[in-house]
């Protein structure tokens, strides 16, 4: 639903489904979510594309691996 993506609570509506990866409280889930200062360096490294995608999601915690 629309309403839940403009809410701005989105976040804790994923993690309290099981969506996101319970595993770690949310305040760090945020914290490792950045991914600015991974982006800032894979332009600077002239990576585009899958190169580019892949750099920007190190280190950010995967979803669940709960099966819904």
Same mark, same amino acid.
């Given at each position: 639903?629309?309403? #839940? +993506? @403009?809410?701005?609570? *989105? $976040? @804790? %509506? +994923?993690?309290? +489904?099981? #969506? *996101?990866?319970?595993? =770690? $409280? *949310?305040?760090? +889930?945020?914290?490792?979510? =950045? #991914?600015? &200062? ?11 594309? $899958? !190169? %580019?995608?892949? !750099? ?5 915690? &995967? %979803?669940?691996? #709960? $099966?819904?």
């Amino acid at each position: 639903d629309q309403r #839940i +993506l @403009e809410s701005g609570y *989105l $976040p @804790e %509506f +994923l993690y309290d +489904l099981k #969506i *996101l990866d319970t595993t =770690h $409280p *949310l305040t760090v +889930l945020r914290d490792q979510g =950045h #991914i600015m &200062p991974a982006a800032r360096v894979a332009v600077g490294r002239g990576l585009v594309g $899958p !190169a %580019f995608s892949r !750099a920007i999601r190190q280190g950010v915690p &995967p %979803f669940s691996t #709960i $099966p819904l």
